[in-house]
Each structure stands twice: as structure tokens, then as C-alpha cells.
Nanobody
Framework: VQLQASGGGLVQAGGALKLSCAVS????????TGWFRQASGKEREFVAV????????YYADSVKGRFTISRDSAKNTVYLGMNRLKPEDTAVYYC?????????????WGQGTLVTVSS
């Protein structure tokens, strides 16, 4: 069971990035996939989640309208499109297998990818 996040980088405020989370095949069709983030010195927080079918998505209020979570079943990959980025979006972003907004609901985690938004 593996998840691997990628796509982070340095971007100016107002810019965009798209993160990818490659999910091992068996897990992809069994679990939803969530994105969390952890800024330096802060607790890890929920960002977005998509159901295993892709039919349901939820977002944190702080990213609603700016971020979009999606999945490509052919590639076993979940994406997080991030637009109109703000300096406060700077964090390490993690993908995880599970569902909901609670960290405890996620059993498997990827290694994280760093997003830095400059002002």
C-alpha cells in the first residue's frame, strides 16, 4: 500500500500548482483520498478529500473555490489543482488513503511535497 505525492514547488502569490498523488492499484479502488497540509510550526490540517468513486468531494473552507481535487482511475492518481495561491498556503502537502476531515480516519500516508508561495 503506497501513496506518493509530487508536484510541489515555489510559486508567486496568485499563481497555480497541480499536485499529484500516485496510489497503489488495490487501494485506489477501495479508499477515498484526502489531501492535508502542515505549515511550519503548525498542526496538520485537512484540505480536501475525494471519495473512492470520485463522485463526492469536500474542501476546507480556506481553500474552497480555489482548489480542486480530482482523480484519474486509469492512472491511479489523485490531483489537487491549486489556483490563486496565497502565502498562507505554504506548507508540506500530504495525500492519504481514507475519508473525511479527521487525520485519524486515514491509515496510509504519502511522504509529502513542499509548496512555497512567495508574496
Amino acid at each position: 500500500v503506497q501513496l506518493q505525492a509530487s508536484g510541489g514547488g515555489l510559486v508567486q502569490a496568485g499563481g497555480a500548482l497541480k499536485l499529484s498523488c500516485a496510489v497503489s492499484g488495490r487501494m485506489f479502488s477501495s479508499y477515498g483520498t484526502g489531501w492535508f497540509r502542515q505549515a511550519s510550526g503548525k498542526e496538520r490540517e485537512f484540505v480536501a478529500v475525494i471519495s473512492w468513486s470520485g463522485g463526492t468531494t469536500y474542501y476546507a473552507d480556506s481553500v474552497k473555490g480555489r482548489f480542486t481535487i480530482s482523480r484519474d482511475s486509469a492512472k491511479n492518481t489523485v490531483y489537487l489543482g491549486m489556483n490563486r495561491l496565497k502565502p498562507e498556503d505554504t506548507a508540506v502537502y500530504y495525500c492519504a488513503a481514507g475519508y473525511g476531515h479527521r487525520i485519524s480516519a486515514y491509515k496510509y500516508w504519502g511522504q509529502g511535497t513542499l509548496v512555497t508561495v512567495s508574496s
